[in-house]
């Protein structure tokens, strides 16, 4: 089973500010197949990326992923105040499908 | 516009059985692969089983030989029939659509709102 271990698990920032959150791998995750989901308080998870750096319809450009192997990345380049919220990384590459722990990005 | 609606959720005691479906529109279901994830109350989340458009299911281990997935295609409704309950199965549980690759199930692109399943004594 691939573990995923997200960092930090919680994220004070103000909005207008850069946010990166990191997922890392306990093995390789072939053909980048790692999903990122936002979930906000009493909301079910929404798909925000998948393929590591593909945004989902309707995820606007101020989110981008990128990353290989066992290290990827979700930058929000400038927080609006809908984005705080818990974001989860999830990979499809291993048979179980598993999910990071999740990030907490809260206000400051 | 697709849309996932859970029901049947509640408040169970250990080793009782519980069904929880999930209806489905805005696309058919037997057509699709389709899984369960729940989530603790407070914790991430778990994925828990999938059915394939074939039929072919898969589980957790976690749940494996207790939860059993299932669909209704005349009803376009997914089911989650969950035996010998325990309290480590209590969660939110959420029916979602899955993308696949050739014949792998990827990303959960669709998310219901999700039931509440807490078992207790």
């Known amino acids: 089973e691939i573990v995923l271990t997200q960092s930090p698990g919680t994220l004070s920032l103000s909005p207008g500010e850069r946010a990166t959150l990191s997922c890392r791998a306990s093995?390789?995750?072939?053909?980048?197949?790692l999903a990122w989901y936002q979930q906000k308080p009493g909301q079910a998870p929404r798909l925000l990326m998948y393929?590591?750096?593909t945004r989902a319809t309707g995820i606007p450009d101020r989110f981008s992923g990128s990353g290989s192997g066992t290290d990827f990345s979700l930058t929000i380049s400038r927080l609006e105040p809908e984005d705080f919220a818990v974001y989860y990384c999830?990979?499809?590459?291993?048979?179980?499908?598993?999910f990071g722990q999740g990030t907490k990005v809260e206000m400051k | 516009e697709v849309q996932l609606v859970e029901s049947g959720g509640g408040l169970m005691q250990p080793g009782g059985s519980l069904r929880l479906s999930c209806d489905a529109s805005?696309?058919?279901?037997?057509?699709?692969?389709m899984s369960w994830v729940r989530q603790a109350p407070g914790k991430g989340l778990e994925w828990v089983s999938v059915i394939y458009d074939t039929g072919t299911t898969y589980y957790a281990d976690s749940v494996k030989g207790r939860f059993t997935i299932s669909r209704d295609n005349s009803k376009n409704t997914l089911y989650l029939q969950m035996n010998s309950l325990r309290g480590e199965d209590t969660a939110v549980y959420y029916c979602?659509?899955?993308?696949?690759?050739?014949?792998?199930?990827?990303?959960?692109?669709?998310w219901g709102q999700g039931t509440l399943v807490t078992v207790s004594s």
């Open positions: 979602a659509r899955d993308a696949h690759d050739w014949n792998y199930p990827t990303y959960c692109r669709d």
């Open positions: 093995q390789s995750v072939r053909s980048s197949y």
């Open positions: 393929g590591a750096s």
């Open positions: 805005g696309f058919t279901v037997s057509s699709n692969y």
């Open positions: 999830q990979q499809y590459a291993g048979s179980p499908r598993t």
